[in-house]
């Protein structure tokens, strides 16, 4: 076959300074690293912990917990510990809860300036526990929390009032040498997300956290956050995403992959190539792409799976893949690397699949091409 041309990179990423949340690094050419928070009262530290267990085994690289109640504040320091992934407070309303997070160890604390009352004339003790500790804050500025002078200047959350907000903050905590930030811009419009994103990236080089707030039931939370991800990602801003969904966490940990996956940002694992059938499809493409994706879940490899109705592109997708099935007549011609290795009934196309899936998957774990 042909030679392997590489695809080029999305885009250039954002140059942005680089903080360590724990052991994650984020921004500075980091990997874009991907984010949930955990829905459990936080004071339960044993659900917390199990919660957390779930979600690293998901691929969540960094976890929010939130910290409503003093509490939930005394049980950071176990969370902190015990979990396998850095732990990130979430503090709302009561500065004295970002004294106990970074005291507790916390991997990293999140601010709302917003909603703190008096924040400003906290920032120097904040930036001074925060320093002795190495401790990074997100400045987590949201649309349904924006301070009221900012609020009242542009009478409602504009992009400029996200981001005047956010760089307001910043140089506070900069007046008192503290660097150690990155900053968030939610709303839950992605049209209005994307333009605050995009001019907080010209005017600082921190590195972003890109959500969308309140994005909603995964169905819909999924599409706003993949458009608006994707069209700040594929210009190079962004450096650690959190889907947000009205359902587990552990699907916006799925959602979140699945986006840096498509562009490219992150190795892609098992794809499956499926065509979405036609008046010319001669096999059930639905069931023979459900069926081959449940045999295959949970593949660590980066194997390209084309499962095609006919044999108008059938073919020529089946041969671009690692493995590809092309049906017709009621039979399906078993593709590996480009060539027609045999041709089976239709009934035996999803095993097939699965059995050479399977060899070709344990060949490039042994030539060390899993991530
Ligand atoms: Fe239709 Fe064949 Fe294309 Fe599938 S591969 S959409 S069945 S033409």
Excluded at 35 to 44: L, V
């Amino acid at each position: 076959g042909l030679p392997e041309v590489p695809l080029p990179p999305v885009a250039a990423r954002r140059a942005s300074r680089r903080i360590q949340v724990g052991p994650v690094p984020v921004g500075g050419g980091a990997p874009v690293s991907v984010q949930s928070m955990t829905t459990t009262r936080t004071c339960d530290i044993g659900a917390t912990l199990q919660q957390i267990a779930e979600l690293t085994a998901s691929g969540c690289e960094i976890v929010r917990v939130a910290c409503p109640t003093q509490d939930d504040a005394d049980a950071l320091a176990t969370i902190a510990r015990k979990s396998q992934i850095p732990v990130i407070a979430d503090i709302h309303f009561q500065p004295k809860y970002v004294f106990a997070a970074i005291e507790a160890g916390c991997a990293a604390v999140r601010v709302n300036p917003g909603n703190i009352k008096k924040f400003d004339d906290q920032v120097k003790e904040i930036a001074k526990a925060a320093g002795d500790h190495g401790t990074p804050i997100r400045i987590g500025v949201n649309a349904g929390s924006l301070d009221r002078r900012l609020l009242q200047k542009y009478g409602r959350a504009t992009p400029e009032a996200l981001v005047e907000s956010a760089l307001w903050e910043a140089s506070l905590f900069e007046e008192h040498g503290f660097r150690d930030i990155k900053i968030s811009v939610k709303h839950n419009d992605p049209v209005v997300m994307i333009e605050a994103y995009r001019r907080l990236a010209e005017q600082c080089d921190y590195p972003l956290h890109l959500g969308v707030t309140e994005a909603g039931p995964a169905f819909q939370g999924t599409i706003k956050s993949a458009v608006a991800f994707g069209a700040l990602l594929s210009r190079g801003i962004g450096d650690t995403i959190r889907v947000s969904l009205s359902a587990p966490p552990v699907e916006e940990v799925k959602v979140g992959i699945q986006i840096l996956q498509s562009l490219g940002l992150r190795q892609r694992r098992l794809e499956i190539v499926s065509c979405p059938s036609c008046g010319r499809a001669q096999v059930d493409v639905y069931k023979l792409a459900e069926e081959v994706t449940a045999g295959l879940d949970g593949m660590e490899v980066p194997l390209r799976v084309a499962v095609m109705g006919c044999v108008v592109n059938g073919p020529g997708e089946a041969r671009e893949a690692d493995l590809g099935v092309a049906s017709g007549n009621g039979k399906g011609q078993i593709f590996v690397k480009g060539e027609v290795i045999k041709t089976v009934p239709e009934s035996k196309i999803v095993e097939t699949l699965i059995e050479e899936a399977m060899k070709i998957a344990a060949q490039m774990e042994k030539d060390g091409v899993a991530s």
